[in-house]
């Protein structure tokens, strides 16, 4: 029998593409278009970031109530009596909050500290002035 002889075929190998002038050019257009986009989100920062008019929420304006009612003088934002107002205002709202959520623990933990900072202050208030604590008590209306 005779053999076969195979030939292998010849492949063509293609020449490398030459650059236009094309490829540069589509480069520069990506990089118009991603500055735009940079652009645009900065834009849309601004737009999120910018000042709203100041509107202030109920809870500071019962806080700033509470330290204008306890203040001995204009600037007085961190005496006793003050503190022991703003103690008393964040008890309150916390012990709203926890007859609606009785199941939170996390929140009851930190009405029982702010508790017992305020009866240390109060504590403390009684053993310096006693007329200024019974004064307190009643504005505060802590004792029934």
Do not use: C, W
């Not at 292998?8 to 020449?15: H, M, N, R, Y």
């Not at 100041?54 to 204009?74: F, I, M, T």
Request: aromatic letters at 2%; a positive charge.
């Amino acid at each position: 029998m005779p053999t076969k002889k195979t030939t292998k075929k010849s492949v063509a190998k293609k020449a490398p593409a030459k650059k236009t002038a094309k490829a540069p050019a589509k480069k520069a257009v990506a990089k118009k278009v991603a500055a735009k986009k940079t652009e645009i989100k900065k834009a849309e920062v601004k737009k999120a970031v910018a000042k709203k008019p100041a509107v202030e929420k109920p809870l500071k304006q019962g806080r700033r109530k509470l330290v204008k009612d306890s203040q001995s003088h204009d600037k007085d934002t961190g005496s006793t009596d003050v503190q022991i107002a703003l103690l008393t205002g964040k008890i309150n709202d916390l012990a709203k909050h926890l007859k609606d959520h009785p199941k939170d623990h996390d929140s009851r933990q930190g009405l029982l500290k702010m508790v017992g900072r305020r009866r240390r202050l109060m504590n403390f208030l009684r053993a310096g002035d006693d007329a200024k604590y019974q004064a307190l008590v009643k504005d505060l209306k802590l004792r029934k």
